[in-house]
């Protein structure tokens, strides 16, 4: 059993999502648990891969019993797996926050929802494993379908955003398969590895095609990751579909997809290539700087608080993808790390926000008035995941940007770190704000009408211990990645060391 | 805007277009993907492995049958995702525009009646052909599943949505979509069960009277089967989820 | 010309991207969300058309084994059939597969096939799920024009 773990990952929310489409229509009682089943299954999976390719290296599992490239494969090394334990865990934090919201946002779609949701938890972690290009594609389709229709579930301007979700992601994906066409003209090959085996085996790195491939598969992959100036899908997307969305999306789409990004580069196209041959990393490195300002400053002139997160997230995506394309290995290490560690905190913050949207019915900053002494559980979480942001030590947030600044000093991009202290200062601003309002502004009345006599002259309660379990597991777990962040750069290390990165730049 | 866009669409197009020089020609047979060892082991081996003739066929469903798998699943989640996104109780609709209830039969044409329903029967038995048949010429589950589910959508359009939905009500539909996708995925855990692999249909033979060879072929067939249930029942619930705007009360 | 001899023995690719690239615009640049729909469609399907082209070989034909490759018939058994049962004229598998031989060259190549019967599939749910958001867009704001749904926002805000 031990060496099916790797297809255990995915197969458990799998076969439990269709499980739950059958049962779970007449019997709502059973959606829930079904749920818990399936991720928990998935995140000690995780686990045991992991420990594996601690222990082994990189681990390969053969669907059907084809050895690649004849038949598809997963290719779980150190970057993989941890990335997959991740997201399973942070869909699993997500799932059990969902216990109370989803049935108040959408009474009458419980099974639905869950289902596209465990669908779309099963297409991340398939695009997380798998070792063949073109399954990729078929998976990012399946993560997209099910996100277009869990924020179609929302409000009323849910359903444009998804709409307009829908057009860029489909133009995204396209681009990616397009560019797989390109490699796959070629070499003649669909699974990554054996595809940059045939580009050295017939010395195609300077062939016009493999560069238009990757430059195509770059475009269509920063279009699904909402790089700035393609990011035009994701604000109005994770504000008005339903809280449990933007909790399950939020952390982890874009992550996956800078996921994608680094092992088309690492992976199919190798470094040499991305890095020396077409030595891009000035240009786009100064891309990401802008995208990290523009997406701060928007976030400072939000009202809403989930707009100000969705503007977060991409500024987070300028540091990862400027990261990456230092052309260093600190910055790669800082990259990988970064992705845990945002996927958690990004978690943290949308659970707060969507805590207080459950409690007071509002979406804006000052609807937290008072709330410090009403809801200090949740204020606690909020902080811890508030302070990862802007980088206070000992949070994980403060270790990842520590990694970072290194890898941009070493590699000479001094642009890069200043773009990453002037966010931390803007974060700083952003979420001092948010605290000053909730420990001295006036309460806000309870909105949401789930509790009426008492709360109405309180204000809000502490939330529902459904709600603040996800929130202070995630709290500590920043805490535990920071304070153990050498152990998981380690094991990163371990696996980017493997390909020469910056060695031969300078 | 469209100045930009335009200017954008000449950018990429130019891109593309900039590669060309480089492919191999139309109809080469020695462009790296023909000659390549992936292809020519499809080709040849094909038949040797699992002796089915259709090398279509058995690279879908055996060599890639986890891609196949996933996109079964995708056309399920089509079907829930229309669902979940525009199903709607029909009283809600009938408040909005504050018409009074109506009748929702009416009577078939009587030209079109007939000509349906000499049609159909054998639309389904063609459909049913193209699914068993999908080893040995062009077909499979996917092309006899959309087959059968026109031939419900063909009864549909020419009766009306209560016809149809005698034969396929809402609460089937779900029903058949997700049992062919735990047909497919059955396949595989029993093979996960007996010790081998996901979807490793050479480990069937045990529990099958095949040899090995033979059990792929067989088990090519059954998941096959499981992807044309799905994809009956998911052509037909998209049809009346858009037709009827959510209502399901009535059509075109 | 060598530009004429590019262009007649690359077509297929120059009329695939081209129409690629019409698409593309009436995603972009249309007005009206059913356009864009259209232009999605005709962008997946020249990606398809385009794939499909890579796996032509002149001369072949489609990637199914010939009927008398696979069930070899032995001549002259219809003649010993009215004398009982003589021989078993159905060879095994493994006989077959020994007398088996075949030039890849004669058959197309299954893999673009196959990826694009996934790509197909992946372009109608799509379309699907757009004319279904689509739909639920003109049911909340009345049209599906986007610029009088952005007005219709604004103004009610």
């Not at chain 1, 994770?238 to 933007?246: A, L, N």
């Not at chain 1, 974060?427 to 000053?436: D, S």
């Not at chain 3, 003649?79 to 009982?84: K, L």
Request: charged letters at 15%.
């Amino acid at each position: 059993m031990i060496d099916q773990s790797p297809a255990i990952i995915l197969l458990a929310p799998f076969l439990l999502a269709i499980l739950l489409a059958l049962l779970g229509i007449k019997r709502e009682w059973l959606c829930f648990p079904l749920v818990i089943a399936g991720l928990a299954i998935s995140v000690a999976a995780s686990v045991v891969t992991l420990m594996r390719v601690i222990d082994e290296g990189t681990i390969q599992y053969f669907f059907g019993g084809w050895e690649p490239p004849f038949g598809i494969n997963l290719r779980v090394d150190g970057l993989n797996a941890l990335v997959a334990l991740a997201v399973s865990t942070v869909s699993l934090l997500t799932a059990i926050y969902s216990k109370r919201a989803v049935p108040a946002e959408t009474s009458d779609k419980v099974s639905q929802f869950y289902t596209l949701y465990l669908l779309s938890v099963t297409g991340l972690l398939g695009i997380v494993l798998t070792g063949d290009a073109f399954n990729l594609y078929v998976l990012i389709e399946i993560s997209a379908l099910t996100s277009y229709a869990l924020i179609g579930m929302g409000s009323r301007r849910a359903t444009l955003a998804a709409y307009k979700y829908l057009i860029m992601g489909t133009i995204g994906a396209s681009f990616y398969l397009l560019g797989v066409g390109y490699l796959y003209i070629k070499t003649g090959s669909l699974n990554m590895y054996d595809i940059q085996e045939q580009i050295v085996a017939n010395n195609l790195h300077g062939s016009p095609s493999i560069f238009v491939a990757f430059v195509v598969i770059m475009v269509g992959v920063w279009i699904k990751m909402a790089f700035f100036p393609l990011h035009s899908w994701l604000p109005n997307s994770y504000t008005y579909g339903p809280s449990t969305t933007s909790a399950l999306l939020g952390p982890l789409v874009t992550k996956v997809m800078i996921y994608v990004m680094i092992r088309m580069i690492l992976t199919v196209f190798s470094p040499e290539f991305a890095f020396d041959q077409l030595d891009w990393s000035n240009i786009i490195v100064w891309m990401s700087v802008i995208a990290i300002l523009a997406a701060s400053i928007s976030a400072l002139a939000q009202a809403s608080l989930q707009k100000i997160l969705a503007f977060l997230i991409i500024a987070e995506v300028g540091y990862m993808v400027g990261g990456v394309w230092l052309a260093d290995e600190m910055g790669m290490i800082g990259s990988i790390y970064h992705i845990i560690a945002d996927a958690f905190m990004t978690l943290c913050v949308f659970l707060f926000a969507g805590i207080i949207f459950t409690k007071t019915g509002r979406r804006d900053i000052s609807a937290m008035g008072g709330l410090f002494t009403k809801m200090p559980l949740t204020m606690v979480g909020f902080l811890v995941g508030a302070f990862s942001l802007i980088g206070i030590p000992p949070t994980a947030g403060f270790f990842s940007k520590w990694y970072l600044i290194q890898g941009g000093i070493s590699s000479g991009h001094y642009e890069y770190v200043a773009a990453l202290l002037i966010s931390s200062l803007i974060n700083a601003v952003i979420f001092f704000r948010i605290i000053e309002i909730a420990y001295f502004g006036t309460k806000p009345a309870e909105g949401h009408g789930h509790h009426h006599n008492e709360e109405h002259k309180d204000g809000p309660k502490e939330a529902s211990f459904s709600m603040l379990f996800p929130l202070l597991i995630t709290a500590a777990l920043l805490l535990g990645i920071g304070l153990y962040n050498q152990e998981i750069v380690a094991i990163i290390t371990n696996f980017v060391s493997q390909f020469k990165i910056g060695a031969i730049i300078l | 805007m469209k100045s930009f866009a335009l200017i954008a669409v000449i950018l990429t197009g130019w891109l593309l277009l900039s590669a060309v020089s480089d492919f191999p020609n139309w109809g080469d047979t020695e462009s790296p993907a023909n000659d390549y060892r992936l292809s020519q082991h499809y080709i040849t081996k094909t038949f040797p492995e699992s002796s089915v003739p259709n090398m279509v066929t058995a690279v879908l469903a055996d060599y890639r049958g986890y891609d196949t798998m996933f996109e079964t699943v995708v056309i399920f989640v089509a079907g829930i995702a229309i669902m979940s996104i525009l199903r709607r109780k029909p009283l809600d609709h009938l408040k909005d525009k504050g018409k009074e209830t109506r009748t929702y039969k009416k009577d078939p044409d009587l030209i079109i009646d007939t000509t349906c329903r000499l049609m159909i029967p054998i639309i389904q038995l063609f459909a049913l052909y193209v699914v068993a048949h999908g080893h040995h010429s062009p077909g499979g589950g996917f092309q006899g599943g959309v087959i059968f589910g026109a031939s419900f959508i063909l009864l549909a359009l020419s009766r009306d949505l209560q016809a149809a939905q005698r034969w396929v009500p809402e609460k089937r539909v779900l029903n058949l979509a997700g049992i062919g996708i735990l047909i497919y995925s059955g396949f595989g855990f029993a093979c996960m069960l007996l010790g081998s692999n996901f979807l490793d249909y050479e480990i069937l033979h045990k529990i099958m009277p095949a040899t090995p060879v033979e059990a792929r072929s067989h088990s090519m067939l059954g998941v096959e089967i499981g992807v044309a249930f799905t994809c009956t029942a998911i052509m037909f619930s998209i049809y009346s989820n858009l037709a009827s705007n959510g209502d399901m009360k009535e059509t075109l | 010309m060598e530009l004429l001899e590019a262009l007649s023995t690359k077509f297929n690719y120059w009329i695939y991207i081209i129409i690629m690239m019409i698409g593309l615009y009436a995603m972009i640049s249309k007005n009206n969300l059913v356009k864009k729909l259209i232009g999605m469609s005709i962008f997946q399907t020249a990606i398809i058309l385009f794939y499909v082209s890579i796996g032509v070989k002149e001369g072949a034909t489609i990637p199914i084994l010939y009927h008398d490759q696979v069930h070899p018939s032995h001549g002259d058994s219809h003649h010993e059939a009215d004398t009982g049962h003589g021989q078993d004229h159905h060879p095994s598998h493994e006989e077959i597969v020994a007398n088996l031989h075949i030039e890849p060259d004669d058959f197309g190549n299954p893999l673009p096939h196959v990826l694009m019967l996934t790509a197909i599939v992946v372009g109608v749910a799509t379309l699907g799920v757009g004319l279904a958001l689509t739909q639920k867009v003109y049911r909340d704001f009345g049209s599906i024009e986007e610029s009088e749904i952005l007005e219709s926002i604004k103004s009610a805000k």
